[in-house]
């Protein structure tokens, strides 16, 4: 009886790797996904944007918005990820040395004693040689016979990821970009793009050698529970829970450094956005189709009218360009294990508590914030970069607010080592 429950729990059971898109490390700071795409990805050191003039601010972000233009074609898309988590640091113990072991300890006592957030800034550019064909075996199809054998194939895309990755590190020089690759440490061969998606995943940095079969099968060590409104996250020395914000309504204007306030939230928090560039014709057919919308609807709402008009003019001048854009904040909390319904619900409270100071902090730039929850699971997967069709509340977007809404923008961050 037991065997048969279990069995029958097994066949509804939905295994992490089907929703994960990645196959295979083609390259040493390249992966390639199911569905033809390749992947790379840049770890941001990002601006001290608190020590900056509103001239230097705008600057910034004018430039971005000349990077995103330049990087713009229906083959591109980017993924954004700001992780803020807690840090232990350490100091090195020092004997015999007087006054300094005093200060030293006392110093060790002050950090131990407090929580320690730092923010990680990750910037993922996929190359889609397949976009604007059909999906799926049709796509392969087509692509196999117009481009030749695979081994050419994979030459030439790895070709455009190469000078994908040269433009992205020298534009943005200021922000401090590391490519995140293959990397020796020992006798095993290790991945911190690997680390980097596993971290999306499964809510903890854990090493990551790189594997023998397919990646989406290797990535996922946690277990993961989707609630109605809650993540729980198995982990083998702890429990975790969180929530999934996205937004409902996006505010008017959008503001440079408009998220600013949530790199200095007192919780952890994953905030993901993506952006998939659109060609010119189809971002001029959605504003002249919006904008015929609004007049056959007899909306007397002229401001966005004369918007619309002036975005088309934008648009058309190549000031800026069109792209589909998601947005979504997970809220991350330490939980304990639950004996019962009441407790649960008690368990639950901090979280509850950071998810409402979270949905406060984004209110105050003008949006609407929904929390996710019959879309819970598909905006926890819509977090890892090529999944596009998991994307919930997928809205056009300018460039220009675009990089408003991600200006890499981060505190200024010493070394643990090498100092002197």
């Not at 900056?52 to 705008?58: M, T, W």
């Not at 304990?336 to 950071?354: G, K, Y």
């Amino acid at each position: 009886m037991l065997s048969a429950w279990r069995a029958q729990a097994l066949e509804r059971e939905h295994t992490s790797a089907e929703h994960i898109p990645y196959t295979a490390h083609v390259a040493a700071r390249v992966i390639r996904t199911g569905p033809g795409d390749y992947l790379q990805a840049f770890r941001l050191g990002g601006a001290s944007f608190e020590s900056a003039d509103d001239e230097q601010l705008n600057s910034w972000h004018e430039r971005l918005n000349v990077l995103w233009r330049n990087l713009a074609s229906p083959n591109i898309a980017l993924w954004t990820h700001v992780i803020r988590r807690p840090e232990r640091p350490t100091v090195a113990v020092t004997a015999g040395r007087g006054f300094v072991d005093i200060l030293t300890a006392r110093y060790r006592e002050r950090l131990s004693s407090e929580t320690l957030m730092v923010n990680d800034i990750y910037l993922a550019v996929l190359y889609r040689p397949l976009a604007g064909l059909t999906a799926g075996l049709a796509s392969r199809l087509l692509a196999r016979t117009s481009s030749g054998s695979p081994e050419r194939e994979l030459r030439d895309a790895l070709e455009a990821c190469a000078k994908l990755g040269q433009m992205v590190r020298a534009s943005l020089a200021r922000y401090e970009p590391e490519a995140l690759g293959a990397y020796r440490y020992g006798d095993t061969w290790c991945s911190s793009l690997l680390e980097y998606l596993a971290l999306l995943i499964n809510g903890e940095w854990r090493r990551v050698p790189l594997p023998a079969g397919p990646l989406n099968e290797a990535l996922a060590t946690t277990r993961l529970l989707f609630g109605a409104e809650t993540i729980e996250y198995r982990l083998p020395d702890a429990t975790r829970a969180g929530a999934m914000l996205g937004i409902k309504e996006y505010p008017t204007p959008s503001v440079v450094g408009m998220y600013n306030r949530l790199l200095s939230a007192p919780f952890p928090l994953l905030l993901t956005q993506s952006f998939s560039f659109l060609s010119r014709a189809a971002g001029q057919a959605l504003l002249q189709r919006q904008f015929h919308r609004m007049a056959n609807a007899g909306d007397f709402a002229v401001s966005q009218a004369v918007e619309l008009k002036e975005a088309l003019d934008g648009l058309s001048s190549n000031e800026f360009v069109m792209g589909d854009h998601h947005f979504s904040l997970q809220v991350l909390a330490d939980i304990e294990p639950a004996e019962s319904e009441q407790a649960d619900s008690w368990r639950l409270r901090e979280l509850n508590d950071q998810v409402a100071l979270a949905r406060s902090l984004l209110a105050d730039t003008g949006m609407t914030v929904a929390r996710e929850d019959l879309a819970i699971e598909a905006a926890f997967w819509a977090q890892l970069p090529g999944n596009f069709a998991m994307r919930p509340r997928k809205a056009p977007l300018t460039s220009r607010n675009f990089a408003a809404m991600a200006p890499f923008h981060n505190y200024p961050l010493g070394r643990a080592r090498g100092n002197h």
